[in-house]
Structures are given as structure tokens and as C-alpha cells.
């Protein structure tokens, strides 16, 4: 079973400052997505990242993929109160019998205060 | 270009009763999944179509639960005789290819059944 850890579990910041979440896992993924999700909603997509080592950049927010692609972050910068919200990491093995499957951390809970 | 869109968005049914949940994809995703969302816990993989196909129902529980893609119309996802632990929100993901590293997959609002 492909596991990932996201930590922290909740963030709670002030407008302006910076912050990076963590996803982790001891399984190899083909693909990882990150996702924001509102109360009442559904994930919205933010970044794909395939490649190990890939660096990907929306705005104020950074995303990259480990070398050995097992692991992932996401740093925002100058944090803003719109950016409140749950953020999932989600993992595609890319083959196999599980070949269209995604597997999601639980995901890190960040509210930015003004 | 519509996104994936579920129906209804709020479900509540009485033990025993049936729950059918609809999505359709978004246009030109031939591919359907979907997942579970149980208070306090993570999204949980049920289970993967295509059109007329089930490639992996490995997420599903083995009874009461099933689900289609037929040629025409939205994916269903049907519960039986449901039970107060079926009690979740259901979201529907859709895809244009399953390939390696081409797995980006887009949500719907989700349903959210409740059992009385």
C-alpha cells in the first residue's frame, strides 16, 4: 500500500509569512499532484509534477518533486488570507493493476489570518 | 469547458434505502474515477472506469456497492441498502489518459449522502 505523510497536519500563520508543507512517502510515484480543497468542495488541481527533481512554480507558490520521487513540497511565499484551505498531496503509481489510482495524504490544514 | 459535474449535491437517505450518485466527466475525459471522503480521514480510491469498462474496482467494498460508465450518460455509482456508515462525501474524478505520468486527474463538488 502507497502511503503519504503530509505534515503539519494543521498551519496557522499570519498574512505575509512564508510556509512550506511537506509530502512524503517511502513508495516511488510516476506522478504527484497537489490539490486545494474548500469546505463544501471538491480538489482543485493546482500542479502536476512527473519528473524527479522537477521544480514548478504558480504565482507565489513553489512546488517540486524529489529526485527520487517519493516526496514532494509546496512552499508559499508571502502568505495571503485566500490561500486558507486544505492542501492534498496525491500520488499515481503510473502502471500496473493500479494503474489509475491516486493515493492521498490526508492533508495539511493551513489558515492564514489577517 | 464545463468541468466534472456530480449530482445531486446533497443526498440523504434512510437505512436500507438505495443511493444512486451521477457524474459526468468533463468533455473528452473518457475516464472516470471514484473516490470517498469519510470525516477526519483522507480520499479514499473506490473505484476506476472507462466507457462500458470497470478497469479497477479493487477500492469497493465487495457488497452493496457497484458502479458503471455505460456508453451514453454519466457514470453511477449505486449503493444498496445503505447503512449510517456509508455516511460520506463521494467525489468524481475524471481524466483524459491513464498513462504514465499523465494521471491529472479533475474533481467534481462532490456528493454528500447522509443515512438517517
Known amino acids: 500500500t502507497q502511503l503519504l505523510e503530509q505534515s503539519p497536519q494543521f498551519l496557522s500563520i499570519q498574512e505575509g509569512e512564508n510556509l512550506t508543507v511537506y509530502c512524503n512517502s517511502s513508495?516511488?510515484?510516476?506522478?504527484l499532484q497537489w490539490y486545494r480543497q474548500e469546505p463544501g468542495e471538491g480538489p482543485v488541481l493546482l500542479v502536476t509534477v512527473v519528473t524527479g527533481g522537477e521544480v514548478k512554480k504558480l504565482k507565489r507558490l513553489t512546488f517540486q518533486f524529489g529526485d527520487a520521487r517519493k516526496d514532494s513540497s509546496l512552499h508559499i511565499t508571502a502568505a495571503q488570507p485566500g490561500d486558507t484551505g486544505l492542501y492534498l498531496c496525491?500520488?499515481?503509481?503510473?502502471?500496473?493493476?493500479?494503474?489509475?489510482?491516486?493515493?492521498f495524504g490526508r492533508g495539511t490544514q493551513l489558515t492564514v489570518w489577517p | 469547458n464545463a468541468g466534472v459535474m456530480q449530482n445531486p449535491r446533497h443526498l440523504v437517505r434512510r437505512r436500507g434505502q438505495e443511493a444512486r450518485l451521477r457524474c459526468s466527466p468533463m468533455?473528452?475525459?473518457?475516464?472516470v474515477y471514484w473516490y470517498r471522503q469519510l470525516p477526519e480521514e483522507g480520499l479514499k480510491f473506490m473505484v476506476y472506469l472507462q466507457k462500458e469498462n470497470i478497469i479497477d474496482e479493487s477500492g469497493m467494498p465487495k457488497e452493496r456497492f457497484s458502479a458503471e460508465f455505460p456508453k451514453e450518460g454519466p457514470s453511477i455509482l449505486r449503493i444498496q441498502q445503505v447503512v449510517r456508515g456509508d455516511s460520506a462525501a463521494y467525489f468524481c474524478?475524471?481524466?483524459?489518459?491513464?498513462?504514465?505520468?499523465?494521471?491529472?486527474?479533475?474533481f467534481g463538488p462532490g456528493t454528500r449522502l447522509t443515512v438517517l
Open positions: 496525491a500520488g499515481g503509481v503510473g502502471r500496473g493493476s493500479t494503474l489509475g489510482r491516486l493515493y
Open positions: 468533455k473528452g475525459h473518457s475516464h
Open positions: 513508495s516511488v510515484f510516476s506522478s
Open positions: 474524478a475524471s481524466s483524459r489518459t491513464s498513462g504514465r505520468g499523465l494521471q491529472t486527474q479533475y
